[in-house]
């Protein structure tokens, strides 16, 4: 089955402070996606990570991919209350024919 | 316009009506895609179209009906809706699997649909 799963769901942090959202994956896959959705907004990409070892930043963020490990990170560094969001990853998997397979979101609330 | 664009934003309908959301992609993908978001639920792929052929129905009730026309295109007629279907309808668009690179997916602003 072509699963990915975040974790954690539900974050609520203090300004300043550092963390980390996972994405694991259950296949082979070497392109994965990550998004964020404002409340009662569409959803915006933030990263494209295309290889093993893909790091991308953006500001306070910061996203990588193990495709070994099936796994990728979204880092966030010293978080101010505009990050918070709801973060999802999805994967594109050849069994999916290329579609999406999306993550169930992480719902970050930073607060001041 | 630029992007993608959804029409309308807002729509408040009876079970009984008949109404069709309208999504248009500027991006020159080939690929267009329905997506479901309701409260506290995951997001739903509903409808996949590549080439403009239908590529993928994950099993939505027939008062949903797509529609599309040509690759920049995409309708979603809503028939005799119930509650539970009111959510937020995303339509999205990528390059499709025949083309090379990523599929990363472009998101319109979404229609708020409310049944009543």
């Known amino acids: 089955e072509l699963k990915v799963e975040q974790n954690p769901l539900f974050l609520s942090m203090q300004e300043g402070k550092n963390y980390t959202i996972y994405c694991n994956y259950s296949t082979t896959s070497d392109r994965l996606y990550w998004y964020r959705q404002d409340p009662g907004k569409s959803l915006e990409s933030l990263f494209v990570?295309?290889?093993n070892g893909a790091v991308k930043q953006e500001g306070r963020l910061m996203a990588s991919l193990d495709t070994k490990a099936r796994l990728s990170t979204l880092h966030i560094t010293a978080a101010v209350h505009d990050l918070s969001a709801t973060y999802f990853c999805?994967?594109?998997?050849?069994?999916?024919?290329?579609?999406?397979?999306w993550g169930a979101g992480t719902k970050l609330i930073i607060k001041p | 316009e630029t992007g993608v664009t959804q029409t309308p934003r807002h729509l408040v309908m009876g079970m009984t009506n008949k109404k069709s959301l309208k999504c248009e992609q500027h991006?020159?993908?080939?690929?267009m895609y329905w997506y479901k978001q309701s409260a506290k639920k995951p997001l739903e792929l509903m409808f996949v179209y590549n080439f403009k052929e239908q590529t993928e129905n994950n099993s939505v009730p027939s008062r949903f009906s797509p529609e599309c026309p040509n690759s920049s295109h995409l309708f979603l007629h809503l028939h005799t809706l119930q509650p539970e279907d009111s959510a937020l309808y995303l339509c999205?668009?990528?390059?499709?699997?025949?083309?090379?690179?990523?599929?990363?997916?472009?998101f319109g602003p979404g229609t708020r649909l409310t049944v009543t």
């Open positions: 990570l295309l290889s």
């Open positions: 991006l020159g993908h080939n690929a």
């Open positions: 999805a994967v594109d998997f050849m069994d999916s024919n290329y579609q999406l397979i």
């Open positions: 999205a668009s990528s390059q499709g699997p025949r083309t090379s690179g990523s599929y990363e997916q472009y």
